[in-house]
């Protein structure tokens, strides 16, 4: 009875995952905490005023308010589940290709919904390159690794 030996994720998953995630884990947090609050990067300041207008508080738009601390526990929500499948248990090989699969595809998504807004976004002055570059990366490499990396079947594997 030969066994498959595990399949970690590779060390430019890991990597990929670790850059693109710093910069959507930090607007997370941001849109929970401080919404609207322009990050440290090139033009996210015009790009914050142009989406929601002077610097928001519950005081002064609270459905608006309620749905970005939404929003920001829905990306930090994704995070985690990016986080489980990228750097736990290296016996989910079959698992891991399909979640990374469908997350790949999120991120894609997610940066072509930013894309088709790029008018609005460049018409003020502003930027969401950042957002669009790390999730076309991480998005790119999930998908990938999901269908070009071998893996081997356990041998009490029967199938997918």
């Given amino acids: 009875l030969k066994l498959a030996p595990p399949m970690p994720s590779p060390l430019y998953v ?3 995952t670790v850059a693109a995630e710093a910069v959507l884990v930090a607007s997370a947090v941001r849109d929970m ?8 990067i090139a ?4 790009l914050q ?6 610097r928001l508080t519950t005081a002064a738009d609270p459905k608006a308010v309620m749905l970005i ?12 589940a990016k986080f489980v499948t990228v750097f736990t248990n290296p016996e989910g090989t079959f698992l891991r290709r399909n979640l990374l699969a469908a997350l790949g595809l999120g991120d894609l ?14 018409g003020v002055g502003a ?16 998908l990938f690794d999901a ?12 199938g997918d």
């Fill in 33 to 40: 905490v401080a919404p609207g609050a322009p990050m440290p």
């Fill in 147 to 158: 269908i070009a990396r071998k893996r081997e079947r356990k041998a009490h594997d029967k």
């Fill in 127 to 142: 930027s969401d390159l950042h957002y669009k570059a790390a999730l076309l990366l991480e998005g790119s490499v999930y």
């Fill in 43 to 46: 033009l996210d300041e015009n």
């Fill in 14 to 16: 890991k990597a990929i």
């Fill in 49 to 54: 005023a142009s989406l929601w207008g002077a």
């Fill in 109 to 122: 998504l997610i940066a072509a919904l930013w894309h088709r807004h790029n008018a609005i976004i460049a």
């Fill in 69 to 80: 601390n939404v929003y920001g526990a829905c990306v930090l929500s994704l995070f985690l």
